[in-house]
């Protein structure tokens, strides 16, 4: 997403990217079980939805600096992830 919505607050509680693609696929029925992206975004979702399995691949260094873990062992971490 861009900066098109800066802030979101439905029933009082700051939503963002994450919060707001959950929403939308709790609305439409659609369960979310995964979710793999930087550090920032898992912390995110168990926030947001504890029982969502989250897995980590790259870890925010600073606001415009990520650190990357190889694709192998994203592939190997996204495998072992409890999620079926």
């Given amino acids: 997403m861009g900066h098109e919505i ?32 930087d550090d920032t975004t898992c912390v995110e979702m168990a926030n947001w939805d504890s029982s969502v399995t989250t897995v980590a691949v790259e870890y925010t260094r600073d606001l415009y600096r990520l650190f990357g873990v190889w694709t192998r062992v994203a592939t190997a971490l996204t495998n072992q992830a409890p999620y079926c």
């Fill in 6 to 37: 800066e802030d979101m607050w439905p029933d009082g509680r700051l939503v963002g990217e994450i919060g707001l693609a959950h929403a939308t696929a709790a609305e439409l029925g659609v369960p979310l079980v995964l979710l793999s992206g």
